[in-house]
Nanobody, 125 residues
Framework: QVQLVESGGGSVQAGGSLRLSCAAS????????MGWFRQAPGKEREFVAT????????YYVDSVKGRFTISRDNAKNTMYLQMNSLKPEDTAVYYC??????????????????WGQGTQVTVSS
């Protein structure tokens, strides 16, 4: 059974940092695109960051560029999202996902076929 499990969420003050992890089990995802999405209360799920199979190519939504860093460790079947200089508008449930039909990067949620259960990130002002 394929599972993606996020961890590392929590509550921080504005300007603080958190590191999210996404551990995959059940199969190896080292050949596939992976990404992070988030959903704030009352809003649609939005793309945050994506990384290609090797980790050599990344792409971010404009609102997090320069503050967030996506990375992966294929040997550990794990993906990360380092979040610095957090803002209250970053408050959301963060989801990791795998797009098993793609090796590059992907910003579209419909292209992802495996999803984690989400981890809450709350940033207070």
């Amino acid at each position: 059974q394929v599972q993606l499990v996020e961890s590392g969420g929590g509550s921080v003050q504005a300007g603080g940092s958190l590191r999210l992890s996404c551990a995959a089990s059940g199969r190896t995802f080292s050949s596939y695109a992976m990404g992070w999405f988030r959903q704030a209360p009352g809003k649609e799920r939005e793309f945050v960051a994506t990384i290609n199979w090797s980790g050599g190519r990344t792409y971010y939504v404009d609102s997090v560029k320069g503050r967030f860093t996506i990375s992966r460790d294929n040997a550990k079947n794990t993906m990360y999202l380092q979040m610095n200089s957090l803002k209250p508008e970053d408050t959301a449930v963060y989801y990791c996902a795998v797009a098993s039909k793609y090796t590059g990067t992907s910003t579209r949620a419909v292209e992802y076929d495996y999803w984690g259960q989400g981890t809450q990130v709350t940033v207070s002002s």
